[in-house]
């Protein structure tokens, strides 16, 4: 599995951007996808998954209401739409996937991260 994400940029507090990666492998639909970030001299952590149908997701409290993740099985692809930024959500996003169920952790596969600054 590779994963290729993007989307990411330079923003002011309350504007939106939606990030997205694309998936290379066989079978989109069997593996659950995740988005993690990591802000500057802090540890990676999970913002948001969705389950392999697309019917289940999950989100950390700070995003809730605020940012939304989807899929598109039939284009490889998820994406995190993310409104109402704010500065607190500057951070590298990372994509990731893994088989099984939907979770916040264990995920084996990850891209390469995208920048998101937010600027007050």
């Known amino acids: 599995v590779q994963l290729q994400a993007s989307g990411g940029g330079l923003v002011q507090a309350g504007d939106s951007l939606r990030l997205s990666c694309v998936a290379s492998v066989r079978t989109f639909s069997g593996v659950v996808m995740g988005w993690f970030r990591q802000a500057p001299g802090k540890e990676r952590g999970f913002v948001a998954a969705i389950s392999r149908s697309g019917f289940s997701t999950d989100y950390i409290d700070s995003v809730k209401g605020r940012f939304t993740i989807s899929r598109d099985n039939a284009k490889n692809t998820v994406y995190l739409q993310m409104n109402s930024l704010r500065p607190e959500d500057t951070a590298v996003y990372y994509c990731?996937?893994?088989?099984?169920?939907?979770?916040?952790?264990?995920?084996?596969?990850w891209g390469q991260g995208t920048q998101v600054t937010v600027s007050s």
């Open positions: 990731a996937a893994r088989y099984g169920s939907i979770a916040r952790d264990r995920y084996e596969y």
